[in-house]
């Protein structure tokens, strides 16, 4: 029998759950939401150190905001942000900015800070909300509600950014949101709670996660593919101890209904996922980002994810086609809104935030599915792609040729990446191939080899991708090559890289061998030991 606050807290949510379908019927509110929000956020912007320098103004029109205000990358605002560190006020946002997400991203050495005010706590507050009702109006109960929320984020023990009173704090933007809940959420939904939360070594927290939930009534889990399937194996491990082993995790909790997941393309791990889970258990995407939540399954995952609109982010879209990081300020009026995006066209999503990160290039691609209903699909990051002989594939073709052949064969893809091969640079002619790092799951019916991967993903390429059919046709890129790795051999470059846990995910390939040529290493180290 449920509590009075949790039958209160489940009728709440029923209501909510009415609401937020009515909403989400009404397609024709998202530009308009989007106006509201552009005017609110350019009339805070107004106030700081940065709208002033480019002339952002209450009642700027988006032309003008075009023309004055530049298209940036992390490297423009650093500057601005070591200010914030340092205590000043009014930089980027109105006030003072007491904590910075750590987002390290796919593809650079170092950690970036981004600002995490105040504003941005409220929007990662109600968009995460605001997704949950997503879920719920598509099933159509608020059954979620009625027990524990399991959310695998990261570790909530955040360093300090100086060395006076007033110094800021950093760390995963999902231990820095777990820190500011709301204190009913914390109370009534929130697992693993505060003292697992703060355990630094991800393995460590996921086997204490495991011991406490044990006997908890979880019905919703949150988190990467990759961290809900550690999950299912500490579980398992618990349960060998004295404990029959589960079937899945539903056996465990029962009233597990529902797995909500994003950060990476679950495509490799869907198939793994519904056998550890539960085939009755819902899948449930969305579309975060250190920056921001921009983006929630309202409908059947292959429609897209609806892009929230009414969430507190500005969105804007430059056209992939003209898109060049080291003329961003030129391209400044190249950007569409929402009112101007085009279905089947590939664009960098650019962002403005109640941060004070304005026009900010996150480097992610999008494409539109649907305008009338706003829903798109992530294609991968701008400066992950394989281009080197011109093919222009990008990291979600390979990911879905890498999971169609996998599927054929009923095998499972624990990680990969993938990287041009020169075969021959002679007469100012580059030609090659792609050379890919696969580590499968161990133990399947039918044995996995190289050439087999190779010739079925060349064929899964040419579909996918027009330009690398043509690449191939005529002969300038060859066939790819496939490296089959031991078990481990990608976790051992993560934990190398301090690259194990949130907010890190495996590069899926690069323009360049640095990851290539260092799994090399790695692989070979293995093999020996």
């Not at 899948?283 to 921001?292: K, L, R, W």
């Not at 026009?359 to 080197?388: C, K």
């Not at 040729?401 to 990446?417: D, E, I």
């Not at 050379?435 to 190779?454: C, F, M, R, S």
Request: with cysteine; proline share 6%; net charge neutral.
């Amino acid at each position: 029998m449920l509590s009075p606050t949790r039958s209160l807290l489940t009728v709440g949510a029923s209501f909510l759950t009415t609401r937020t379908a009515r909403k989400l019927r009404r397609a024709v509110d998202a530009v308009p939401a989007q106006k509201r929000t552009f005017t609110s956020l350019c009339t805070r912007l107004a106030e700081t150190a940065y709208g002033r320098t480019h002339g952002i103004t209450p009642d700027i029109t988006y032309a003008q905001f075009q023309a004055r205000v530049p298209l940036q990358t992390h490297e423009g605002f650093a500057p601005f942000i070591e200010r914030m560190q340092q205590g000043e006020t009014d930089v980027l946002w109105p006030g003072r900015c007491n904590f910075y997400a750590v987002s390290s991203g796919t593809n650079d050495a170092h950690p970036k800070y981004l600002p995490v005010t105040d504003d941005l706590l409220e929007h990662f507050r109600h968009a995460g909300r605001e997704s949950l009702l997503y879920y719920t109006a598509r099933v159509g109960h608020a059954g979620v509600f009625r027990g524990k929320q399991l959310l695998l984020g990261g570790c909530t023990t955040l360093s300090r950014l100086g060395e006076s009173k007033a110094a800021a704090y950093a760390g995963p933007i999902s231990g820095i949101t777990a820190l500011n809940l709301p204190g009913w959420v914390e109370k009534h939904l929130y697992e693993p709670g505060p003292e697992v939360a703060r355990i630094a070594d991800w393995s460590t927290r996921i086997t204490a996660i495991a011991e406490r939930t044990w006997h908890s009534d979880i019905t919703l889990i949150a988190g990467m593919p990759t961290w809900v399937i550690m999950l299912a194996e500490a579980i398992k491990a618990r349960a060998s101890h004295g404990h029959p082993v589960p079937a899945n995790l539903q056996s465990v909790w029962p009233n597990l209904e529902c797995f909500v997941h994003g950060g990476v393309p679950i495509g490799p791990y869907a198939d793994e996922l519904r056998t550890l889970i539960g085939p009755k258990v819902n899948f449930h995407e969305v579309y975060p980002a250190s920056e921001g939540f921009i983006a929630t399954q309202d409908t059947e995952s292959v429609f897209g994810l609806r892009l929230m609109t009414d969430a507190g982010l500005f969105f804007e879209f430059l056209p992939m086609q003209v898109h060049d990081e080291g003329k961003l300020a030129q391209l400044g009026q190249r950007t569409v809104t929402l009112e101007g995006v085009q279905v089947g066209v590939d664009y960098a999503l650019v962002l403005t935030t109640p941060a004070g990160l304005t026009r900010y290039v996150i480097g992610d691609v999008v494409r539109f599915l649907s305008t009338d209903i706003p829903r798109l699909v992530y294609l991968g990051r701008t400066a992950l792609q394989l281009n080197t002989f011109g093919e222009r594939v990008i990291e979600k073709e390979l990911t879905d040729a890498l999971v169609a052949v996998c599927q054929r064969h009923g095998w499972t893809t624990v990680n990969f990446h993938a990287a041009p091969f020169v075969n021959d640079s002679t007469a100012g002619l580059r030609r090659g191939s792609h050379e890919w790092w696969v580590e499968l799951k161990p133990y399947t019916a039918e044995t996995p080899t190289g050439p087999v991967i190779a010739l079925e993903l060349d064929v899964e390429l040419k579909r996918l991708n027009k330009v690398y059919e043509a690449k191939r046709k005529e002969g300038g890129l060859d066939a790819p090559l496939v490296k089959l790795v031991m078990p481990g051999v990608f976790e051992h470059w993560m934990r190398a890289k301090d690259k194990w846990g949130d907010p890190h995910k495996m590069p899926r390939c690069r323009s360049d061998r640095r990851i290539a040529d260092e799994l090399a290493q790695v692989a070979r180290f293995s093999s020996e030991a």
